[in-house]
């Protein structure tokens, strides 16, 4: 079992920043795929940026050029570092971790983060 646990989530005005934190524990394996997804009132849950274990990232177009994912300190650990905030980033952000093994598939959810964008 994986447990995903997020802080950094707050209140900020239009073009603010924010950084995002996930703390990974339990049994992690190297080869994952760690990420971050988020949820506005009325929309479906979306990918917002990941990262795979040999540090390549992909983005969702929407937050190009403005985050940036990273795995500060140990492999455990990712962040989602948040420049030029605008109010359609208000979300609930969820961290996520992906690890497709030969024998078994591991998936797990944070419980989530609030993030508020003021014009």
């Known amino acids: 079992q994986v447990q995903l646990v997020e802080s950094g989530g707050g209140s900020v005005q239009a073009g603010g920043s924010l950084r995002l934190s996930c703390v990974a524990s339990?049994?992690?394996?190297?080869?994952?795929?760690m990420g971050w997804y988020r949820q506005a009132p009325g929309k479906q849950r979306e990918l917002v940026a990941s990262i795979v274990y040999d540090g390549s990232t992909d983005y969702a177009d929407s937050v190009k050029g403005r985050f940036t994912i990273s795995k500060d300190g140990n492999k455990n650990t990712v962040s989602l570092q948040m420049n030029s905030l605008r109010v359609e980033d208000t979300a609930v952000y969820y961290c996520?971790?992906?690890?497709?093994?030969?024998?078994?598939?591991?998936?797990?959810w944070g419980q989530g983060t609030q993030v508020t964008v003021s014009s």
């Open positions: 996520h971790y992906y690890r497709n093994g030969w024998y078994k598939q591991t998936r797990a």
């Open positions: 339990g049994s992690i394996d190297s080869d994952n795929v």
